[in-house]
């Protein structure tokens, strides 16, 4: 079973990378399911971060400056679109996709039951993982698959090595 984590500072290329992956792996036949997060910004600056499913397109937000919802910092978590997209998009990759794609897991994610329970069912099933996690809860997720931490200076590197794993695993199913 292949689980990946990368981990990194901010802007390093993390959900860029797994975008890669993920359209790589899309072109051989392979399916990732699951969501991805970004930033939002306004003039430069960070107002908070959407939230995506892979298999669907549904957007929602995920956090945004000033919004009611649990905190972390300065934005307010929006617990319902985290759950109906990102949870949601969660179980159905578990049953209908190759690959669980999560970015990202953090303190924003862990604000939702919900999320953690899913968290749970994709650790505990077999399929494999590629997962974005907060370079805070790293030591949190030790043992549980391999990490990477990203930079700019190997994020290709490590994007490759990524890319050949997945693509070696899903040739020998």
């Known amino acids: 079973?292949?689980?990946?984590?990368?981990?990194?500072?901010?802007?390093?290329?993390?959900?860029?990378?797994?975008?890669?992956?993920?359209?790589?792996?899309?072109?051989?036949?392979?399916?990732?399911?699951?969501?991805?997060?970004?930033?939002?910004?306004?003039?430069?600056?960070?107002?908070?971060?959407?939230?995506?499913?892979?298999?669907?397109?549904?957007?929602?937000?995920?956090?945004?400056?000033?919004?009611?919802?649990?905190?972390?910092?300065?934005?307010?978590?929006?617990?319902?679109?985290?759950?109906?997209?990102?949870?949601?998009?969660?179980?159905?990759?578990?049953?209908?996709?190759d690959l669980v794609v999560i970015d990202e897991i953090g303190a924003m994610e862990f604000k939702s039951k919900a999320f953690s329970r899913a968290l749970e069912e994709v650790l505990k099933s077999k399929k494999p993982l590629l997962a974005v996690l907060h370079r805070r809860w790293v030591k949190r997720f030790e043992g549980y698959g391999e990490l990477y931490f990203l930079s700019i200076g190997n994020r290709e590197q490590i994007g490759e090595e990524v890319m050949k794993r997945f693509t070696l695993l899903f040739e020998h199913r």
Request: glycine share 16%.
């Open 1 to 97: 079973m292949v689980r990946i984590f990368i981990s990194g500072n901010p802007g390093v290329g993390k959900t860029t990378l797994v975008l890669k992956v993920v359209e790589a792996l899309k072109e051989r036949g392979i399916s990732a399911g699951g969501f991805i997060t970004q930033e939002v910004r306004e003039r430069g600056r960070r107002v908070g971060f959407k939230i995506r499913a892979l298999d669907t397109g549904e957007e929602g937000i995920l956090a945004w400056e000033g919004a009611p919802g649990p905190k972390i910092g300065k934005y307010g978590v929006n617990i319902a679109d985290l759950n109906e997209i990102g949870v949601r998009a969660m179980y159905r990759a578990l049953k209908e996709a």
